[in-house]
Structure formats: structure tokens, C-alpha cells
């Protein structure tokens, strides 16, 4: 197990540098840059867009300019954002909780819901309820995000009032109940396409188990039919929605990305398309590695459950 950990570790660092190389090239060669921002904004000479350039290391390299920032890096500082001179590690703190509330909250909704629509539409196949799943989860696969969210926020907040357009609490109310109360919404939104995946996934994997020679001989030996599904069945076809729930981070990532938009939600997404607006490469980049850290942290975990649940590739590894 040790030797896998090293290995994951390894591979780990390897892709973090080279998720660091493409991303930094793709901001710094694309069109525009800090400096056009900086022109934008004011009785700007050339003069002292050149002085603004040297200050920020902008006229270097590029090879010298990612040299340096991955030094920096390395060293545990992240630079400071171009827009408000904070720590970049100051800002991606002040918005991670935001962001990870959203996702932990979506992340269990969906696993809950979508396990127990596919569990019953596997016990129950080709039913009313089975055939109404699989309707339900293709439309969920094929509603864009950002509609639903204007969708929920048209219905639920414009029309019935029921639930706040948007924000992560009432101004001058932060009690849980408020905060709840503005989760509801694009803890919703989030949620339903990883539902639709994973209750799809789910009845497929407890149809594999349940015509598997083992529980013919059990049902054979008259073992009790809610014993087989709890003990033998679900504990089986529960493994590959372990990788499954891992590899889905990044389609969690980016469903944020959009949803916290739509819903004004003060986590990283909306920090990261704000970053990108104003060709703050700083916090760009901070964003960009420390997604890429938690989606490959997702991988890892996915994979060290996977040889809980199953030891037989816990030995294996």
C-alpha cells in the first residue's frame, strides 16, 4: 500500500506540472493581458505601463516569468492579485468555504438520491418507476445548467417566493437557518446531473450483481431476500460507484463554476470567471492548481475506498 501511495504521489506531482505549464501558457499567450486592463482604467501613459510591466515581471520571459512562479509556489507563496494586492491564498480562503459547502451538500444529495433511484430501479425493472427514472435522468442530462438554475430562480424566487435568487446568506442574518434557506436553490441545480449519473450507474451495477452466480445460490439456499440485497448485493455494486463519485469532481468543478454564477454564490467559481475577466493571472493560476490539487485528492480517495470495500485489490496495490 505504501508503494501504491508513493506511486499515486508521484504520478500526482507530475500532473499538477504539467496542468501548471499548459495553464500558465494559455493565459499568457492569449489576446489582452493585466496591462490592458490596467490602460482601461484610467489617464494611463505608455510610460507608466511600462513601469507597471517591470514592477509585475510582465516584460520577461515567458520561460523566466513560470520559472519564477513555480518557484514562488514551491515556496508557499501564491503572489498577490493584480485587482486587490491581497495574497492570492488569502482570497482562494476566503472563498473556498463557500464552494465546498455547495459541493459537500450537492455531492451527498445526489449520492443519496441517485443510489436509491437505482437500487429500486434495478429491484423494480422495467416498472412504471424504473421507466420514469431513466425518463427523468436523460431530460436532467440534457437540461444546460445555467437554464435550470434561471429555471428554479424564475419558478421558486420570482414567482412563488419560496427560495432566495441568490447569495449565501441575508444581509445582517447569518444563522444556519438562512444559510440553508440560500443553499436550497443551487444545491438543487448541482446536484441533478451527478443524480442522473449516478442512479443510471447504480441500477446497472446492481443488475450486474444481482444475476451473479453467488446470489443465485443464496436465493437457492433460501436466504432471506432483503438479506441478499443488503449483504451480498449492495456492498458489490457499490465499488464502482466509488470511482465513479472520485473521477466526478471535475464535472462537480465546473457545475459550480456555472451555478455559482447564476446564483451570485460567493465561492471560487464566480471568483475564478471575476479573475478571468480582469486578466488577474495571479489568482487564475491559484485557482487552477488548487482545483486541479482537489480533483486529483478526489482520485486518491476514490481509490484507497475502492481497496476498503474490495480487499482483494487493496492486496493487489
Known sequence: MIGFLLRRLGQALLLLLIVSVIGFAIL???PGGPLSQFAAGGDMTQ???DRIAEQLGLNRPLPVQYAEWLWRMLSGDWGRSYRDQQPVLH???SHI????ELMLT???????LGAWVGILGAIKRYSIFDSLATIGAMIALSIP???FGLVIIYVFSVGLGWLPAGNRYTVGDGSFLNQLHHLIGPCIVLALVSTAVWSRYMRSSMLDVINQDYVRTARAKGVPERSILLRHVLRNALLPMI???GLHVPTLLSGALVTETVFTWPGMGRLFLDSISYRDYPVVMGILMFSAMLVLLGSLIADLLYGVADPRIAGSH
Open 28 to 30: 499568457h499567450l492569449a
Open 47 to 49: 510610460a507608466d505601463l
Open 91 to 93: 482570497i482562494i480562503a
Open 97 to 100: 468555504g463557500a464552494t465546498l
Open 106 to 112: 450537492s455531492t451527498l444529495l445526489a449520492m443519496l
Open 145 to 147: 445548467t445555467f437554464w
Open 243 to 245: 470511482t465513479i463519485t
